[in-house]
């Protein structure tokens, strides 16, 4: 919950520290995601309004990523195009959604799903499990016997 927080409040250091505490392998093992968190914290300069440190932080950890990887670069493009329009209303809205709230719940969303594998929960919560597991079990019992069925649409619009 601590790192959802920090990455909501913008503080991306503090995410990454605190992931590393938990389980120093989850960014090791997974590049797509160090990027993301990386690019988040250039996203955070950005918005503060720290352009150099924002420039000297995207040519001395991005660039080199940006390189090993086509997906990597053009991500790494998009955010760059944010200094081009400084909170511009005239900005795409590919761009101007890196700025948005939405952009760091997706980040945040993505270190959830890489904690919860490292834990072997995998990346789904354990009560759609459970659930989709139930509408399983009735539909295996429903040819074989009578049973009272859970309706799902009327428990979950309660």
């Known amino acids: 919950m601590d790192i959802r927080e920090a990455l909501q409040r913008g503080d991306v250091e503090d995410a990454i ?3 590393n505490d938990l389980n120093p392998e989850i960014l090791d093992t997974n590049p797509s995601l160090y ?14 309004g720290r352009i150099a440190e924002a420039l000297q932080f995207a040519q001395q950890e991005l660039a080199p990523r940006g390189e090993e990887s086509p997906e990597f670069l053009s991500e790494l493009e998009r955010t760059m195009a944010l200094l081009a329009f400084e909170s511009s209303p005239s900005a795409p809205s590919a761009i101007a959604e890196l700025l948005s709230p939405a952009q760091r719940m997706k980040t945040a969303g993505e270190v959830n799903a890489a904690i919860l594998e490292s834990l072997s929960q995998g990346k789904e919560v354990k009560l759609v499990g459970l659930l989709k597991l139930l509408c399983w079990g009735e539909t295996l ?3 074989k ?5 859970l309706n799902m649409e ?3 619009r309660t």
């Open 145 to 149: 016997v009578e049973f009272p069925k």
């Open 17 to 19: 520290t605190r992931v």
């Open 35 to 48: 990027f993301h968190l990386q690019q988040q914290k250039l996203i955070e300069y950005i918005r503060q």
């Open 141 to 143: 019992l429903e040819d």
């Open 154 to 156: 009327e428990i979950l």
